[in-house]
């Protein structure tokens, strides 16, 4: 399949949705210990009242998170 790089979507083998699940949590863990993701947050929680600069931080934040995802 074309994500089986990632381990994403590969349910081939009997440890496919294993391995899923374990790239999953690796990224997930490697995007919280990420101090731009800490500061990020941060910053989005000092500016909830702002509507316009909370939707600026969540789109770095997405595209933060599809530069991590092509890295692997």
Same mark, same amino acid.
């Given at each position: =399949?074309?994500?089986?790089?990632?381990?994403? =979507?590969? %349910?081939?083998?009997? #440890?496919?949705?294993?391995?899923?699940?374990?790239? !999953? %949590?690796? !990224? $997930?863990?490697? *995007?919280?210990? $990420?101090? +731009?993701?800490?500061?990020?947050? /941060? =910053?989005? +929680?000092?500016? %909830?009242?702002?509507?316009? *600069?909370? *939707?600026? #931080?969540?789109?770095?934040?997405? %595209?933060? !998170? /599809?530069?991590?995802?092509?890295?692997?």
């Amino acid at each position: =399949m074309g994500f089986s790089k990632w381990g994403f =979507m590969d %349910f081939d083998g009997p #440890h496919g949705l294993l391995y899923t699940l374990k790239s !999953l %949590f690796d !990224l $997930s863990k490697s *995007i919280l210990n $990420s101090s +731009w993701t800490v500061l990020t947050l /941060v =910053m989005t +929680w000092k500016t %909830f009242y702002n509507f316009d *600069i909370m *939707i600026l #931080h969540l789109l770095d934040l997405c %595209f933060y !998170l /599809v530069d991590i995802r092509l890295e692997y």
